[in-house]
């Protein structure tokens, strides 16, 4: 009995992971970044705040390449970062999770501080115009 | 059958790495592989002694240099497991200056004949970047006969 409880509770769980993982999309993303934002992204603002220093040693574009169609490189460490734009890599903004990690680590090495909502919107709005 | 060939596999594996690397060969953790391994390579447990492993996952906000901040949870599992597999023996003895694994004793001796201008070719571009030159670096293989220097 407590077997078939155990056994039902964890089919119970495993659905409700698998509902609470339903995949983002980059434009999913965007849509709550904007939200968020309370303000329409801008591509280029995103261009320029991804290409350019921002008072720091690293832009984003260090790691990831001003055009980051193709797989980059780490500024310290030399090893290939997979390629950022989503329309070459599907992978990416794909997970919420994953993407908030990444914004409040990396904003914080080129900015100082972590990108507010309207930061991230441009920069990912920018990001989608990168196409074949 | 399955077993013999797993025993002469091992056999193998034991008698042609070094003492040193042995520890070295432990299957990545999938969370260490997964948060640890975007920016540099999963560097291998063993090539740090447990201080050091302990020190590095108390401060990732600064990461030499690099935020590379993670949930509390990641990180006592993490840390855990870089500790249950750190670095034993001679080499773990030491702790090497700000917990670099490049700054180690062992780790200069054995790079010794590289010059600094073969260091800075643009496709090897720091010591932290072991696959270049170790191919199998990720698994644990740093034997001296697969190294590969590129231009």
Not at chain 1, 74 to 96: V, W
Not at chain 2, 60 to 82: I, Q
């Amino acid at each position: 009995m407590d077997m078939k409880v155990g056994v039902l509770g964890m089919g119970i769980a495993l659905a409700a992971a698998a509902a609470v993982a339903v995949a983002e999309t980059p434009a999913s993303l965007l849509a709550g970044y904007r939200t968020e934002a309370g303000q329409p992204p801008d591509p280029a603002r995103g261009q320029r705040l991804f290409t350019q220093t921002q008072g720091r040693e690293w832009s984003c574009a260090s790691c990831h390449q001003a055009l980051p169609v193709s797989p980059g490189r780490h500024a310290a460490t030399g090893k290939t970062i997979e390629t950022l734009a989503p329309a070459f890599n599907p992978q990416r903004f794909s997970d919420a999770g994953k993407v908030e990690k990444w914004f409040r680590r990396n904003c914080k090495d080129v900015l100082a501080r972590e990108c507010s909502a309207g930061e991230k919107a441009d920069v990912l709005a920018w990001l989608i115009t990168l196409r074949n | 059958m399955k077993v013999i060939t797993g025993l002469l596999i091992s056999l193998l594996a034991s008698t042609t790495a070094h003492a040193d690397s042995e520890r070295s060969r432990v299957p990545l953790l999938p969370r260490y592989q997964q948060e640890c391994a975007a920016c540099h390579i999963a560097y291998p447990p063993g090539l740090l002694p447990a201080a050091s492993w302990q020190r590095l996952m108390g401060d990732l906000p600064r990461h030499f240099g690099s935020d590379a901040s993670l949930d509390a949870a990641s990180v006592s599992e993490l840390n855990r497991w870089l500790v249950l597999n750190a670095g034993v023996g001679k080499r773990a003895r030491e702790l090497p200056p700000e917990d670099r694994i490049t700054r180690s004793t062992w780790f200069i001796r054995e790079h010794d004949e590289i010059s600094s201008a073969t260091w800075k070719r643009a496709s090897i571009k720091s010591a932290s970047n072991c696959i270049a030159c170790h191919g199998g670096a990720e698994q644990g293989n740093f034997n001296e006969h697969a190294v590969r220097i590129p231009r």
